[in-house]
């Protein structure tokens, strides 16, 4: 699967664009700005892009009014195929965000239940009841999602409603080529419809991807071979962050041991899910680290861990935003893309990922584990990566069985001799290929 060697990129474009917030149907072409961004991308070493809701909605995206135009505020469907265009004649594919359990209130099958009520062809695209009320006073209740009522769950187990969608996916195929979709919380999504879903389009595009967005519990329930390929892993998203702050890189080696460690009780073995240290739902992980040294350390975690590596845009050179503020911080515009040492170290992780497959599929042991060190490496055939982190002020000279003398480091090009034990500056990541 193509995606396992991919290093993925993250836009929020309605943030990127700079559009209201409400939909005020007033035409722009701000997704365009997406092409001017190409290069960056292809200097980043980016592969594949996940592009944040793109279709009409009410507000944020999530919303959806109609999955087969283009946000207004964003453009037009031309518009964004020659985005599509223009990123995949860079080498660039292309991932959507599938957002199938609920819509927006302005979506045009539930506006003409308010109007026509039991009368109305859409009725049971929902779960409604027309004897009951909404906090909207609409005269009717609906289920919406987790108790948000601009949110209208849709009923997936209704012919019409899967018939509409996956006409809608394969319109997004036909014209945009589109290589795989995120699919908006999956572990909430009817698991009858995410397997004709991963049916169908397996059949449409072969190796078409699909990454389920999960926050806890076992990926295994919505990945496997009938239904996502793939899951975002929000354990290991915190437990970088919080083990850097608390001096205490056990927590996420427990947990990368846990999912893809060595022993037979390992949950997640040989599986790739996507790794992260921050996106539009969270805090920057620039504004979630205690100390700014920790920063660089949190992106080598991330692409050398087993897993699918997702940059969020912005961070890569470094952008704060606190949840605490709301979600427009987290989901900025930016006039242009900046690059500066952290972005230097990040393009380099980028290349190191792609150029080894013992990143890209290798497996996982810990040779050295302590509070503020720790060294692991990652196997695939007659391939070797040692990782080493050194999270605190001072040097460390780190003693475990390198079965190497010398290595090239990946991020910074340098020789690395073993003798004497592996010396690691202060607040450093090595990436080590041994020769």
Not at 22 to 40: F, S, T, V
Request: proline share 3%.
């Amino acid at each position: 699967m193509w995606a396992y060697e991919s290093v993925f990129y993250q836009f929020y474009p309605l943030g990127l664009a700079n559009v209201p917030f409400e939909n005020d149907g007033i035409l722009r072409h701000g997704i365009l700005n997406i092409i001017d961004w190409i290069p960056h991308l292809q200097k980043l070493g980016i592969t594949a892009v996940y592009f944040s809701p793109v279709f009409e909605s009410d507000t944020h995206g999530y919303n959806t009014r109609d999955y087969q135009k283009i946000d207004t505020r964003l453009g037009t469907n031309d518009d964004f195929r020659e985005v599509c265009d223009k990123l995949h004649a860079a080498g660039i594919k292309i991932i959507l965000d599938g957002v199938f359990n609920h819509v927006g209130r302005g979506f045009f099958g539930f506006l003409d239940v308010l109007k026509n009520r039991e009368s109305s062809a859409y009725k049971d695209w929902f779960h409604i009841d027309f004897g009951g009320n909404d906090a909207y006073n609409d005269g009717l209740w609906y289920e919406g999602w987790e108790g948000n009522y601009d949110l209208v769950k849709l009923n997936l187990r209704n012919d019409a409603v899967k018939n509409y969608l996956l006409e809608s996916v394969k319109q997004w195929i036909d014209l945009y080529g589109i290589d795989g979709l995120r699919l908006d919380v999956a572990y909430m999504v009817d698991r009858d419809f995410l397997k004709h879903l991963r049916w169908q389009t397996s059949q449409w595009k072969e190796d078409f991807f699909l990454l389920g967005e999960i926050l806890g519990g076992d990926y295994k329930q919505i990945v496997n071979d009938e239904m996502c390929h793939s899951a975002t892993n929000y354990e290991c998203f915190k437990g970088i962050y919080s083990a850097l702050n608390s001096d205490n890189l056990f927590e996420i080696i427990h947990s990368l041991k846990r999912q893809f460690g060595p022993e037979e009780w390992t949950l997640y073995k040989g599986m790739h899910h996507v790794s992260f240290v921050d996106n539009h739902d969270v805090t920057r992980i620039a504004s979630n680290l205690n100390k700014p040294e920790h920063l660089k350390l949190a992106y080598a975690i991330m692409f050398t861990m087993p897993g699918i590596p997702m940059v969020y845009y912005g961070s890569e050179w470094g952008f704060k935003a606190n949840k605490s503020e709301g979600d427009p911080a987290l989901r900025p515009a930016f006039d242009a893309p900046s690059w500066n040492e952290l972005t230097d170290h990040i393009a380099a992780l980028s290349k190191a990922f792609k150029e080894n497959k013992a990143l890209q599929y290798g497996d996982f042991d810990v040779p050295l584990l302590e509070n503020k060190h720790c060294v692991y490496q990652r196997r695939y055939e007659d391939e070797r990566i040692i990782v080493a982190i050194n999270s605190e002020e001072n040097e460390f000279v780190a003693h475990f069985d390198a079965q190497a003398g010398r290595a090239i480091d990946l991020i910074s090009g340098e020789e690395i001799d073993f003798g004497g034990g592996l010396r690691i500056p202060p607040y450093t990541a090595y990436v080590l290929k041994p020769f």
